[in-house]
């Protein structure tokens, strides 16, 4: 079983759609978890951390997390085309940090 | 706050040569730092793992004496492929994590895009 697992997708929504992205982890000792947005041919980018049971808001996007179900999700209200990309899915458990292989999201005009 | 520096970011260079790839974390010190490598369409790979002042920790497949790397600093970290070929053309990308409590995120740097003629 691998440590983070994300569907791969690809995920379209229509321009103005929220688009929902969902994580699960198998270390129930995890503590940290994080979103990175990667455009094609680009490294990388955080854009939400979460620590704590419940939402986090920032801007259009909100970070679910629910530790007893061990999930964590994304959701980005009223997509836009430049929000295509993959969503990385990232779970710091002790010193050991582990990456979900991303989820392909298509924002459609 | 939290930026990564990465240079060059474009390295065209023919088979048999040696490429030094640096990763600075500009605003923060940097407790580890890690190297990726990705091909089109495909996921991150962990290469290796590297804390300051001590030895990297690479992944199983990724050979040490060709991916050389040196953490020399809180800030520095440096990654060289020795007698690169063409099969080592990819796009590594650095990353810095650093001090803490409740777990810090990683900060990419913008990567080095690698070809080997």
């Known amino acids: 079983q691998k440590e983070v697992e994300q569907n791969s997708g690809p995920l379209s929504v229509p321009e103005g759609a929220i688009a929902s992205l969902n994580c699960t982890y198998s270390d129930r000792g995890s503590q940290s978890f994080f979103w990175y947005r990667q455009y094609s041919g680009k490294s990388p980018e955080l854009i939400m951390s979460i620590y704590s049971n419940g939402d986090k808001e920032d801007g259009r996007f909100t970070a679910q997390l629910n530790k007893a179900s061990q999930y964590v999700s994304l959701l980005i209200r009223d997509s836009q085309p430049s929000d295509s990309a993959t969503y990385l899915c990232?779970?710091?458990?002790?010193?050991?940090?582990?990456f979900g292989t991303g989820t392909s999201l298509t924002v459609i005009p | 706050g939290a930026v990564v520096s990465q240079h060059p970011s474009w390295v065209i260079c023919k088979s048999g040569t040696s490429v030094k790839i640096e990763c600075r974390s500009l605003d923060f010190q940097a407790t580890t730092m890690f190297w990726y490598r990705q091909f089109p369409k495909q996921s991150l790979m962990l290469m290796a793992t590297?804390?300051?002042?001590?030895?990297?920790t690479y992944e199983q497949g990724v050979e040490k004496d060709k991916f050389l790397i040196n953490h020399a600093s809180l800030t520095l970290s440096t990654l060289t492929v020795t007698s690169a070929h063409p099969e080592d053309s990819s796009f590594y990308i650095c990353?810095?994590?650093?001090w803490g409590q409740g777990g810090q995120p990683q900060h990419f740097g913008d990567g080095t895009r690698l070809s080997i003629l």
């Open positions: 990353s810095a994590r650093g």
């Open positions: 990232a779970v710091n458990t002790g010193n050991q940090f582990y």
């Open positions: 590297s804390n300051e002042g001590s030895k990297a």
